[in-house]
């Protein structure tokens, strides 16, 4: 009999197989493979300047990059970055970027302007009404400048922004960055409802014991490299990970005695 | 299947997913083992130059001499204080073999023993007793945790003669043993003296390990006991059973390919060997943290087989062990090098050491070395009496050192 899991083809959405990426002379990425499956959420985390931005970035096409990416069987490599929508792939940049003179609404219809020319509005305005179920906050504020929304809402609006592209991939830089941690487990609690809605995540944190918390599988990267992987469980007990990221050890050493 | 989408998954995803654990492992053993760190630097090689599993074989090979100079911590790639085990064993050189384990490392372990019971067709619903001697003191310990994992009734190995080993087996209604196939054959002879025949007994399933099971040998353990029988193969230094285990189709052993890669190798000339042709096994680890390993040189014959195999799994197959590529031999299931008795006896002696010669003999179905001394002038004594009593030191010193049995003869 064949086995269930056979001729069910590759469940591997995103592939990177040794990739290296520079700025300028410097290398920031020294030979990262890794994957993302289909319907995951993958973290990677690491210490400030470890090279995890520079991996979504490379995603991207933003940086110099040499290797190969594959997005659903198609390289990524030689596309320009603006045509990654088009193939489903939305990035949430750290620091957002929103249209600060611009309402909420204004907002979102931008995430959705390459769909304008060629799906009917009906179909955008329920997209519209699920970011507004994500995110209830945005919808009471839809009238309101993106400028004068509090951290977490910027965030919300960023993510709420690039889900109108209707990506099949969301790439997600710090959304934690400079929010309380109470936004924080908000804001990272509302990946698995998107999960639902059928949106592979990785994601990118500092944040490492609350992306891990979130994320079902993770990759810890330190000066270039990728030195671990596992379920993201086992990486929140990994004692490695504790020291280094998670700053548990120094608990330890004083509870401890 | 106990993880069908990694034991079934498809060749191509199974390829990446060993590149970037053979990467990251690299990258952990460059960064933490001062011992790889040397052997890529003499080559002028970094990590991220190991950019294909092919790539693998510009490294170096890692023997049990090198674990034995590195003795005791020093292929330990994370600090002591993550280690959360450390196994140790007789080793074939002069110094114990030793292996560290972080937590995690032991979740991945439990993991694979259960991987390999599930393949074996054991559930939590059987009854698993372990008739292992002490001298696999490791197998017995990763059985017996993999089994109660699995969440089986176990009955570990004890200290009780064959005659109520069987009793137990009967009474308690053992349905799985696990034993060393010399052993089983044992048990068989046994039983006929007991008179005892496998209807008297619940018995279904019998795992055979730390031993080869050539066929003709298998057939006589099916038959005698009237069991189905499963095979699988491991080694101390990495991570034990589990690496290797049999399955439904009883065709070779699926390689737990997703944490390890293997090789096989010339041993002579040290060059890959393609799939299908026999020769040494050779073992890169990559997920273990605590102790990585690049290219460890088993010394075991063996080959890879990819074909696929009935059962569904897309795991690689060893072939038949079909033996060892250097001296080392196997005593019950006890790995020995023959220099070691050489060594004990010189320790022995005082010193001295007499001409011998040895073999492994096979009595009522177990496995002992047959030693023969002969008797220099230094050792010679009138009194039988004194003889005798050498005999039964020698005996002792290989049980407590090797933890083999051993029939002792003096020669003129």
Request: net charge neutral; aromatic share 6%.
């Amino acid at each position: 009999m064949p086995p269930i899991w056979a001729g069910t083809g590759s469940n591997y959405m995103l592939k990177i197989r040794n990739l290296f990426a520079y700025y300028g002379a410097v290398t920031a990425l020294s030979g990262v493979t890794c994957h993302v499956n289909q319907g995951e959420i993958v973290a990677l985390i690491g210490a400030n300047g470890a090279g995890k931005t520079t991996l979504l970035n490379a995603i991207c096409g933003l940086v110099r990059r040499e290797g190969e990416i594959t997005f659903l069987g198609r390289s990524l490599i030689g596309l320009a970055p603006e045509n990654l929508v088009a193939l489903g792939i939305a990035m949430v940049p750290e620091g957002r970027q929103l249209f600060a003179p611009m309402t909420v609404r204004e907002n979102l219809e931008l995430g959705a302007y390459h769909r304008y020319r060629r799906e009917p509005k009906a179909a955008i305005a329920e997209d519209m009404d699920l970011v507004y179920q994500l995110f209830p906050r945005l919808k009471e504020r839809r009238e309101q400048k993106a400028g004068t929304l509090s951290g977490g809402e910027q965030q919300m609006l960023a993510i709420g922004r690039s889900l109108m592209a209707r990506p099949r991939l969301l790439l997600l830089d710090e959304p934690s960055l400079g929010l309380a941690p109470i936004v924080v487990e908000d804001i990272l609690a509302t990946l698995g409802r998107l999960r639902q809605e059928g949106v592979t995540i990785l994601l990118v944190e500092q944040n490492a014991r609350e992306a891990l918390k979130a994320a079902d599988r993770a990759y810890v990267m330190e000066t270039g490299r990728l030195i671990l992987s596992g379920a993201a469980q086992d990486l929140l007990q990994n004692r490695q990970v504790t020291r280094a990221y998670l700053g548990r050890d120094y608990k330890e050493f004083t509870e401890g005695r | 299947m106990r993880q069908p989408q990694v034991e079934a998954m498809p060749p191509a995803e199974l390829e990446l997913l060993q590149l970037e654990r053979l990467q990251s492992t690299l990258t952990r053993a460059y960064r933490q083992v001062k011992f790889y760190r040397r052997q890529f630097d003499r080559l002028g090689l970094r990590p991220e130059d190991i950019r294909e599993l092919s790539d693998l074989s510009r490294l170096p090979f890692t023997t049990r001499e090198d674990l034995s100079e590195n003795y005791p911590y020093g292929l330990f790639a994370v600090p002591l204080r993550d280690i959360v085990r450390i196994v140790s064993s007789p080793g074939t050189t002069e110094k114990p073999l030793v292996v560290g384990y972080t937590s995690q490392d032991l979740k991945l372990w439990l993991e694979l023993l259960a991987r390999l019971y599930t393949a074996a067709g054991v559930t939590r619903d059987d009854i698993v007793q372990l008739i292992l001697p002490p001298g696999l003191a490791n197998w017995r310990r990763d059985l017996q945790a993999g089994a109660e994992y699995l969440g089986a009734s176990v009955i570990p190995a004890a200290t009780l003669n064959f005659a109520k080993e069987l009793m137990v087996l009967r009474d308690y209604k053992t349905s799985v043993l696990i034993t060393t196939p010399p052993l089983a054959r044992h048990l068989l002879t046994v039983m006929t003296r007991l008179d005892l025949t496998p209807a008297d007994l619940s018995l279904k399933k019998a795992l055979l390990v730390a031993a080869p099971l050539p066929a003709a040998l298998r057939q006589e353990i099916e038959d005698g006991l009237q069991v189905k029988i499963s095979s699988a193969y491991g080694i101390t230094e990495v991570m034990g059973p589990g690496l290797a285990f049999g399955c439904e189709a009883n065709a070779g052993f699926h390689f737990s390919a997703d944490h390890f890669y293997p090789e096989i190798i010339d041993p002579d000339t040290g060059d890959p060997l393609p799939p299908g042709t026999p020769g040494e096994l050779v073992i890169t680890t990559l997920s273990t943290v605590a102790f990585p390993l690049l290219r460890f040189r088993s010394g075991d014959r063996t080959f890879l087989n990819p074909t696929p195999c009935p059962c569904g799994r897309t795991l690689v197959r060893l072939g038949e062990i079909s033996g060892r590529v250097d001296d080392i031999f196997s005593v019950g299931g006890i790995k020995v090098h023959p220099e070691q008795i050489g060594r004990l006896l010189k320790d022995l002696l005082g010193g001295i050491l007499p001409r011998y010669r040895w073999q492994v003999v096979v009595e009522e179905g177990l496995e002992l070395l047959d030693l023969e001394i002969n008797m220099e002038d230094q050792l010679f004594s009138d009194e039988i009496k004194t003889l005798e009593g050498l005999c039964r030191v020698v005996r002792r010193h290989l049980q407590d050192h090797l933890g083999i049995n051993a029939r002792i003869t003096l020669k003129e």
